[in-house]
């Protein structure tokens, strides 16, 4: 095959990679995942308000906090396009998308193997893990796209020694500052990045000085301001950790220590063994990763961690300098810290949505290993090279069927997803729309007073312009439900008995009906 054939063939399969990955992860966005969680609707109702105020935050106070990047950019969603469930998940399936893309040119950036660079862009697209979340309006998909980037630019900058690429190396890692929490550490990547750096190159300080410069301006220069704000309102630096933190006295019990180790040891069984039990976060009680690509990340880690202490010993002991130690010093030191908002955290582990920023990390280690088998594949006589090749492929067959069958068909089958989805809330969001306008609805939240408020959000984000409709709490005036005629309905998200008979008290002439619209999804209406 010629070089210009080989290249038509590599973007051609890229191309394909990154619009499958685009499909995976819009196909049905309407009905899966099963519902929109109150998270999500948080996130909606902020870039609601935004977009009617002009008023666009750094940093959204509500829901624990949240950086602001993520929901303005849902407000620009609404803005253009309306607001629907598209509309709200739409910068999710993007940065999701852009994922792939960034693993594709980090991975050949740092290997300078295209067949490589294709696995690892492909083992993203058809990750359960990375499909899940990129249809899901969490501001944490936005961090797995700025590390690739960010890497991608900051090792081409270090071949091309161009200042452009430090300077959209460090413009793209400042944005993280405002996606999400779990970027705050990854500056520390940078730290072991510049030890590698000088370790692995003569003289690296001086002959990089004016780009390092470039680099930490332009990071600094879009950072600051979300810097700024968290050092003017320290709550909103500890509100999200200190509840949750191993470094907390209340959780740690005075054994730090083997609480970190022992977090640390869920935080590498996810994906292999036992993964995150919240089914929106994964499929459990399974690991995150299907069998195939499990066992390639597995090996491919072993390999990487061997081979960075190997180049380190030759460095330290026997004064050997190879640029190679750069590149698995970064590798080891990624995955690691960015693994580190889950171990350090103790609730919920193991959990996949705080290790996001290691997605795209596990799929470079492995494309590694599947590296290894091509690569031993073409020193094979021709039929031995032909049938490892066909093996490989299908392999990857049966990764993507794997993966899409269970998020597309098994998942949807599953009770607990569509109650951990809150799949009743947006049932109730639908059942509004197709009641007639004239008709006083009445949205009561009946789960009793330690139910979050944020319940209401699925229902109330996509009917922002329906009229005559209320809502309201159960440990609320129940003389709020006034109807002003005959025309009206009561709907309960849930069932308890406290609602229930005081309800009927108010409206004994009314009848309770439980509405069943698909297994894990229930609530209830009272009307004549």
Same mark, same amino acid.
């Given at each position: 095959m010629t070089a210009k054939n080989k290249k038509i063939l590599t973007y051609s399969l890229l191309f394909f990679i990154v619009v499958f990955g685009l499909f995976l992860r819009s196909y049905h966005i309407d009905t899966l995942p099963l519902g929109i969680f109150p998270d999500e609707a948080m996130n909606?109702?902020?870039a609601y308000k935004a977009t009617d105020s002009g008023n666009y935050e750094l940093f959204y106070p509500a829901n624990e906090g949240r950086e602001g990047l993520f929901i303005n950019l849902i407000a620009l969603c609404f803005k253009l396009f309306g607001i629907?469930?598209?509309?709200?998940?739409?910068?999710?399936?993007?940065?999701?998308?852009?994922?792939?893309?960034?693993?594709?040119?980090?991975?050949?950036? *740092? #290997?300078?193997?295209? !067949?490589?660079?294709?696995?690892?862009? +492909?083992?993203?697209?058809?990750?359960?893990?990375? $499909?899940?979340?990129?249809?899901?309006?969490?501001?944490?998909n936005m961090l797995p796209f700025v590390?690739?980037?960010?890497?991608?630019? *900051? #090792?081409?900058?270090? !071949?091309?020694?161009?200042?452009?690429? +430090?300077?959209?190396?460090?413009?793209?890692?400042? $944005?993280?500052?405002?996606?999400?929490?779990?970027?705050?550490?990854?500056?520390?990547?940078?730290?072991?990045m510049l030890i590698a750096f000088v370790l692995s190159r003569k003289n690296f300080l001086k002959e990089y000085c004016k780009n390092i410069l470039v680099f930490t301006f332009t990071l600094t220069l879009v950072a600051l301001p979300m810097i700024y704000t968290l050092y003017a309102n320290p709550k909103f630096v500890h509100a999200p950790v200190d509840d949750i933190s191993v470094f907390s006295p209340e959780i740690n019990k005075?054994?730090?220590?083997?609480?970190?180790?022992?977090?640390?040891?869920?935080?590498?069984?996810?994906?292999?063994l036992v993964g995150d039990q919240n089914w929106r976060h994964n499929y459990p009680p399974y690991p995150i990763l299907d069998p195939f690509s499990g066992t390639a990340f597995m090996f491919g880690l072993i390999f990487v961690c061997l081979k960075f202490f190997h180049l380190f010993y030759l460095r330290i002991f026997k004064k050997i300098k190879q640029t190679e130690l750069e590149i698995y010093f970064f590798l080891v030191s990624w995955f690691l810290i960015m693994l580190a908002p889950e171990f350090l955290s103790a609730e919920g582990n193991p959990h996949a949505l705080r290790a996001i920023g290691t997605l795209p990390v596990v799929f470079i280690f492995g494309a590694i290993t599947f590296e290894y088998f091509f690569s031993r594949?073409?020193?094979?006589?021709?039929?031995?090279?032909?049938?490892?090749?066909?093996?490989?492929?299908?392999?990857?067959?049966l990764i993507g069927v794997f993966n899409a069958v269970k998020y597309f068909y098994f998942m949807p089958k599953v009770p607990k997803a569509a109650e951990e989805f809150d799949k009743n809330l947006t049932d109730i969001s639908r059942l509004i729309k197709t009641l007639p306008a004239s008709e006083e609805k009445f949205i009561v939240n009946s789960f009793g007073p330690y139910h979050s408020p944020l319940d209401r959000l699925p229902i109330q984000i996509f009917n922002l312009k329906s009229p005559n409709t209320i809502y309201l709490y159960s440990w609320q005036n129940f003389d709020q439900i006034r109807p002003k005629t005959n025309d009206f309905i009561i709907i309960l998200t849930g069932k308890d008995a406290d609602t229930e008979s005081r309800l009927k008290v108010v409206f004994p002439d009314l009848t309770l009906q439980e509405i069943k619209p698909s297994p894990g999804s229930v609530y209830y209406i009272l009307k004549k």
């Open positions: 909606g109702e902020d629907s469930i598209l509309t709200l998940k739409l910068p999710s399936i993007i940065f999701s998308t852009l994922t792939i893309l960034g693993t594709y040119l980090l991975t050949k950036e *740092l #290997f300078k193997k295209e !067949r490589m660079a294709l696995v690892s862009a +492909f083992l993203v697209t058809v990750s359960y893990w990375s $499909i899940n979340f990129g249809r899901i309006s969490f501001r944490a590390l690739t980037f960010a890497f991608y630019f *900051l #090792f081409r900058g270090i !071949r091309t020694k161009k200042w452009w690429d +430090f300077a959209l190396s460090g413009l793209i890692f400042g $944005i993280g500052a405002h996606t999400y929490i779990a970027w705050r550490i990854a500056p520390l990547i940078l730290f072991f005075g054994n730090l220590t083997g609480l970190i180790l022992q977090n640390f040891s869920l935080s590498l069984i996810k994906y292999n594949a073409e020193k094979q006589l021709y039929f031995s090279r032909k049938a490892i090749y066909s093996l490989l492929i299908l392999i990857f067959i």
